[in-house]
C-alpha cells in the first residue's frame, strides 16, 4: 500500500530554516506528482508547492514563493521542502500528498516562534 511519511519539522526561529523530506513507498515515485499541504490552527488546508514527476514543473503558493523550494530525488524516493526565511505565520502542520489516489502522509508540525 502507498505510505507517505513526513519528517524533519520542528521549532525555529524567525527567520530561521527547516528542510522537510517525505519518502514515499508502496508506489513507483517517479511517475507521479507531489504536492506538499500546510494547515494552520483554525484555517482550512492550503496547497504549499507541485513538482512534476521529473521535476520539469514546479509552481509555489504566492505566499511562499522565493523562499521555500520543493525538489525531488526519484532514486531515494523523496521529496522535499526546502524553506528558508519562515515567519510566525508559517507554522502548520505540513504534509505530502500524491493527488492521484488521494494519498496523505501524517504531517510534520512546524512551529516558528522567537
Known amino acids: 500500500q502507498v505510505q507517505l511519511v513526513e519528517s524533519g519539522g520542528g521549532l525555529v526561529q524567525p527567520g530561521g530554516s527547516l528542510r522537510l523530506s517525505c519518502a514515499a513507498s508502496?508506489?513507483?515515485?517517479?511517475?507521479?506528482?507531489m504536492e506538499w499541504y500546510r494547515q494552520a490552527p483554525g484555517k482550512q488546508r492550503e496547497l504549499v508547492a507541485t513538482?512534476?514527476?521529473?521535476?520539469?514543473?514546479?509552481n509555489y503558493a504566492d505566499s511562499v514563493k522565493g523562499r521555500f523550494t520543493i525538489s525531488r530525488d526519484n532514486a531515494k524516493n523523496t521529496v522535499y521542502l526546502q524553506m528558508n526565511s519562515l515567519t510566525p505565520e508559517d507554522t502548520a502542520v505540513y504534509y505530502c500528498?500524491?493527488?492521484?489516489?488521494?494519498?496523505w502522509g501524517q504531517g510534520t508540525q512546524v512551529t516558528v516562534v522567537s
Open positions: 508502496g508506489m513507483i515515485f517517479s511517475l507521479y506528482n
Open positions: 500528498h500524491r493527488s492521484l489516489g488521494d494519498y
Open positions: 513538482i512534476t514527476s521529473g521535476s520539469k514543473f514546479i
